[in-house]
Nanobody, 123 residues
Framework: QVQLVESGGGLVQAGGSLRLSCAAS????????MGWYRQAPGKQRELVAA???????NYADSVKGRFAISRDNAKNTVRLQMNSLKPEDTAVYYC?????????????????WGQGTQVTVSS
């Protein structure tokens, strides 16, 4: 059983910074892509940033130059440093990982999600 546990959300004023962290645990063989998604009220969940095991990154246009994603492959963790936050960044942020893990019988690849962490940016 793989679990993704997020931390680091909260309330911040516009222009401030927050750092989100996510740790994957379980009988993990490897993790391909790790990423962060967000969902604001009444909107669809959207990709914020993603990073491959080799360090290649991808960002939503709305966060380029303000957010930075990083990961520690040895610790199965991913972080999202969010700077110059705007009220429109307010959302629930979800960690996502493409994990190859042991399910009791075989190693299988599967997409996992964290429980979500609230980020609120006040104007």
């Amino acid at each position: 059983q793989v679990q993704l546990v997020e931390s680091g959300g909260g309330l911040v004023q516009a222009g401030g910074s927050l750092r989100l962290s996510c740790a994957a645990s379980g009988t993990i063989l490897s993790i391909n892509v790790m990423g962060w998604y967000r969902q604001a009220p009444g909107k669809q969940r959207e990709l914020v940033a993603a990073i491959t095991s080799s360090g290649s990154t991808n960002y939503a246009d709305s966060v380029k130059g303000r957010f930075a994603i990083s990961r520690d492959n040895a610790k199965n963790t991913v972080r999202l440093q969010m700077n110059s936050l705007k009220p429109e960044d307010t959302a629930v942020y979800y960690c996502n990982a493409d994990v190859r893990a042991y399910d009791g019988n075989y190693f299988r690849s599967k997409d996992y999600w964290g429980q979500g962490t609230q980020v609120t940016v006040s104007s």
